[in-house]
């Protein structure tokens, strides 16, 4: 029998290469796949679509014997995590061998690169205006305006960056593509240069992803006939929160100290060696070859709410029950997300705060009734209660001393960067230490308390 396991990074640290051998040695044919994004059921066996997790090697023979009934979730995709979701970036999660051409071509891969190069590069541009895709990164740009601004550049060099330095604690979406569906994020890549007629495409990655690093440079040795002459390399940084930010990667890209460059220039004008460079996050890219797709850009211009278009892979993680990848489109509440679809915490204590990851991302020191209601979108939208998404991830804190933790480790990663992100946090830390003890309302923070630290503003 074909037995499906997945090689993802988070699937492996549970053990799944252990289980794999177990089958292998038994003699069945064991296939190495994407992961569904049910983290809390991994290793996640796959047999015939019926799943049973999470699995350790002293259930092997159980499951051979058609047994494990305990484990046994019964269909894959008809799992209710599963099957609310509307999921187009990770349409294949759990479905195919990552780096394996045939199964990407089987599942609909190439088919957008192929209608892309029979057309005209401001006709790609102007679908991907359409769709209204923005960026998943944390800011929200709107793609197409980016492409438009590179594209009408005047220097004839031009490059792709796609930014994979995924630094944010809870975030993990940009590497589950990377090591899922690596053709998706190359296709993608290939159709923006395409579009703004830029020559090279570069991956900005951390060395703290090594799967997902092998996984990319075997795809692109195999894409390469397919996109050609484009030139497309993995490029590996060193893990500096501050080079999450685009001007930073691009410093960090071309040799230099990982440091915030003054706006202007912007990036599209004069980016990467000073040439007008597209900077888009993994999964802004990766949701090129499905607005790309005939009908593509109107199917994803329907879903989502106001301005904010498409679906999110929302990133579950924390304490809570159902940690995983959820893609589903905007509009969904927070009360809805931790409740119904991550089941709540898995301590059984109440929610104190929430952290999202991004643009914005400091915890937010709320009773989860504050924010059961709260619409999560990309832009801001007419309703009286909505959150920023950041970059998708919702990290969901049981106690406050976790908050006051997590704002000052970020204090700390953006001392002298990102004023945006770093002027709350010395409130929250504060905030959080007099909840803690209440002693501290009326006297000053200690001179090495976080919230006394120099913002550098």
Known sequence: ????????????????????????KKGHEVHRVSSWGMHWLEPLVEVNGVGWGPVTTDRVDEICDGGADDICIGPVAAHPFIARQQRLTFARAGKTRPTSVDDY??????????RVRTMDPMDVIKEVTESGLRGRGGAGFPAGIKWKTVADAKNPRKYVVVNADEGDSGTFADRMLMEGDPFQLIEGMAIAAYA????????????????????????????????????????????????????????????????????????????FMGCPTVVNNVLTIAAIPHIMAEGGAEEYARLGIDRSKGTMPIQLAGN??????????????????????????????????????????????????FLEDHVLARDR??????????????????????????????????????GHIRCPLPELIEVAGKILCPGRLSSPAPPDDPARNDLGI
Not at 1 to 24: H, K, N, P, T, Y
Not at 218 to 243: F, K, T
């Open 320 to 369: 809570i029950k159902h940690g995983g990848l959820y893609e589903i489109a905007f509009g969904i509440t927070l009360g809805e997300l931790v409740n119904d679809i991550g089941g709540g915490t898995q301590s059984g204590r109440p929610v104190k705060a929430t952290a999202r990851l991004g643009k914005a991302g400091e915890p937010c020191l709320l009773h989860l009734r």
């Open 1 to 24: 029998m074909i037995v499906r396991i997945s090689d993802d990074a988070l699937a492996l640290a549970c053990g799944a290469d252990a289980v794999a051998e177990a089958f292998a």
């Open 105 to 114: 071509e089987v599942t609909g891969g190439w088919e957008a690169w192929k």
């Open 196 to 271: 703004v007629g830029a020559q090279t495409a570069y991956i900005y990655t951390r060395s703290e992803y090594p799967h997902a690093i092998a996984k990319m440079e075997e795809a692109i040795r195999h894409a390469a006939p397919i996109i050609s002459p484009l030139h497309m390399e993995v490029r590996m940084g060193a893990g500096a929160y501050v080079c999450g930010e685009e001007t930073s990667l691009l410093n960090s890209l071309e040799g230099k100290r990982g440091e915030v460059r003054a706006k202007p220039p912007l990036p599209a004008l004069e980016g």
């Open 381 to 418: 939208i007419e309703l009286p209660q909505f959150q920023l998404f950041g970059h998708g991830a919702r990290v969901l804190l049981g106690h406050v001393e976790v908050a006051r933790v997590r704002g000052a480790h970020h204090l700390d990663q953006l001392r002298g960067w990102l």
